[in-house]
């Protein structure tokens, strides 16, 4: 992201048509079993943004998960390949460096990717980060993707959790639909997602 466009973000400035980046959505979920931005995801931006706050699971050792309708799709059951790196720290001291996790990535897999792992939900557990999409309404290349998460796991002690996950969507046709949800029962939260000139 341009150190403007970033800027504009950080200040409140961003929103605005003619900003760099621009606010395009903000859902709340409530109970929620499911998020879906199915509006907005159209060629007016390179890239998209999706933001994550206090994400808390209903259900224990669960994550917060994604995946993509192609134009005219429908199912949310898109072609990914992805990897993924974590690391964590637990309340009593033990850590685990940054390393490959294979257990969470997908090769060619239709599933829905994970942004965070394990999340607890405790009174006070939540999970943050944000996912970023490149050029959704190309038609000529695969759609590349990043995220960054924090959460807190839902083990005894809890610990935090960082999750890195990149991949492409395996398709040529534009998406334009993403869809959130907890990997099993419901959530609370927000998702706020921008456009990036």
């Not at 992201?1 to 970033?6: C, N, R, T, V, W």
């Not at 685990?96 to 994970?114: R, V």
């Not at 038609?139 to 959790?161: A, E, I, L, Q, R």
Request: with cysteine.
């Amino acid at each position: 992201m341009p150190l403007g466009a970033f800027k504009a973000a950080l200040m409140g400035t961003a929103g605005v048509s003619t900003a760099d980046v621009v606010l395009l959505s903000t859902q709340t979920a409530s109970d929620s079993a499911s998020i879906s931005f199915t509006s907005d995801i159209t060629s007016t931006y390179g890239e998209y943004i999706f933001k994550f706050y206090t994400i808390n699971n209903a259900t224990n050792h669960t994550d917060l998960v994604w995946q993509a309708n192609a134009a005219s799709g429908s199912g949310y059951n898109e072609t990914i390949t992805s990897t993924s790196f974590s690391a964590y720290h637990q309340e009593d001291g033990t850590d685990g460096t940054l390393a490959y996790t294979s257990a969470i990535d997908q090769a060619q897999g239709t599933a829905y990717e994970k942004l965070t792992r394990d999340t607890g939900n405790f009174a006070d557990a939540a999970a943050a980060g944000e996912l970023h999409i490149f050029n959704p309404a190309s038609t000529t290349y695969v759609k590349h993707f990043y995220s960054k998460t924090n959460s807190m796991n839902g083990d005894s002690p809890p610990y935090c959790w960082t999750l890195l996950h990149a991949g492409y969507i395996n398709t040529t046709s534009a998406i334009d639909e993403i869809q959130f949800k907890s990997s099993s029962g419901n959530f609370d939260g927000k998702i706020k997602m921008w456009g990036v000139k």
